[in-house]
């Protein structure tokens, strides 16, 4: 591709081209659009990447992503430490904060198990959570994985491993989606909302 | 949004939903994406959106966005300098560069006239393409406009701005695709196929 443009414009397209839902089309768009508005998105997101760049770190307890280690949800004093929700990624865990869904603490596995992709249990973040539900505080662990089958496979693997340490292993559960339509719906979740109907 | 994550991450969440492309939840997932790729993508984004924003500038020629002035397409000096390509904007510019198109230079306007948006002759860069006209080496000016109508007024209105300055004018062909199916055009564009066809 022989462009006329310069390289800084070059380079700029082909690192917004890597970030996810960036196609090389849609990254000559957003380089145009930062272009544009330089003053007013261009500068302010170059600042505000370099901020995070040298700001953000991975929370040592809980694997969140944060400003401060430990992260601002471990360090909260009001939530209940007892309980530990295990989530793959960050993504998924700021998904339950902003549901306002879970009054305990996280940890974040950073993966899946997959024989497919050579991801084994010491490539995950597995150790660090039995360690924190051996310290004793700990009463129940929450397993929030992806309802796939790797996730399902961790969750097993998971269960194992916090076997002797006391603690009570739940996990999330099925059923229908709040809003969603029966019609629409696969039937592993028909049969699993039926499986685990409740009295009104 | 009760989130539990630093100023920073926010901050970074919120200017990337303003690139064309990216919503909310696409850009929670592209700030988690880079903060994990922290030194092979954040930083050297950050640092190219920087050096972008302190070297681009507009070609004060043709409107063309470059780190010098005039633009390397106006500073060539193998370019057809009698031929001028007009262009709404910037991104349609580089898609005919591209296309290795065309030999001569080429004229952003920066938009199209737009009654409904409140768009006049003055927000645009007429005046600039009526003065590199009038110069007396520019024989042909080409009309690259969108097959839009707010496109096509303006190619009409520039029509009428340059008579008098005795450069040809002329505009885009219409017609079926290269690789299109004719099942899939619009009657328009089939009509304008049959009208304008061309012996073999």
Known sequence: MAMK???EIEQLIQLLAKLPGLGPRSARRAALFLI???DTLLRPLAEAMALAADRVVTCSSCGNVDTIDPCAICSDHRRDKSLICVVEEVGDLWALERAGALSGLYHVLG??????????PDDLNISGLVERAAQGEV??????LN???DGQTTAHYIIDR?????VAVSQLAHGVPVGGELDYLDDGTLTEAIRARRPY
Chains 1, 2 share one sequence.
């Open 5 to 7: 443009t310069g390289v």
């Open 36 to 38: 544009k508005k330089k």
């Open 111 to 120: 993966g899946t198990l997959s024989a497919l992709d050579g991801v084994g």
């Open 139 to 144: 009463r129940e662990v929450v397993l929030a």
């Open 147 to 149: 309802a796939t089958v």
């Open 162 to 166: 916090l076997e002797g340490t006391g």
